[in-house]
């Protein structure tokens, strides 16, 4: 009979509903912007520009928690759609500035309906669980 470790059940791991938690949430956002042609990694992109209009993709990185690895190959494609623009800043040529695109405030109009309609998906979650939720999971991510 194979020793049992614990530590080593996947019932006991932390790490693995937060990973087929986010795996669903993904995945419930895919019918919202596929006909847009959008992945959820685009949709944060763009959601983040569309507040702050520009930022730097060390600050984009900062933000959404990814590296310059994974943000450069989908900032191309955003910018081959017309979507957003990538240019060298003028004060240091190292960095990198990432600017919305009038072509990309305009999918923000198509896109304004995705988080009520995420909300209406079948989480069993209440408001208030929800705001306990993401107030540890930014306690996790922040410390």
């Known amino acids: 009979m194979a020793q049992k470790y614990e530590q080593l059940l996947l019932k006991n791991q932390l790490c693995f509903p937060l990973y087929a938690c986010s795996r669903?949430?993904?995945?419930?956002?895919t019918p919202f912007l596929k006909p847009l042609g959008l992945t959820y990694t685009q949709y944060i992109v763009?959601?983040?520009l569309w507040e702050k209009e520009s930022v730097n993709v060390g600050q984009l990185g900062d933000i959404l928690y990814l590296?310059?690895?994974?943000?450069?190959?989908?900032l191309k494609r955003l910018e081959k759609a017309?979507?957003?623009t990538r240019e060298r800043s003028?004060?240091?040529e190292r960095v990198t500035v990432?600017?919305?695109t009038p072509e990309g405030?305009?999918?923000?109009?198509?896109?304004k309906d995705i988080p009520m309609k995420m909300a209406s998906t079948g989480s069993a979650l209440t408001q208030k669980d929800a705001a306990e939720l993401y107030r540890l999971l930014y306690l996790f991510l922040e410390g």
């Open 24 to 29: 669903k949430i993904v995945g419930n956002y």
């Open 46 to 48: 763009l959601m983040v």
């Open 67 to 74: 590296d310059a690895g994974t943000l450069t190959p989908l």
């Open 82 to 84: 017309g979507y957003v």
């Open 90 to 92: 003028k004060e240091d």
């Open 98 to 100: 990432i600017s919305i």
């Open 105 to 111: 405030n305009k999918l923000k109009e198509k896109c």
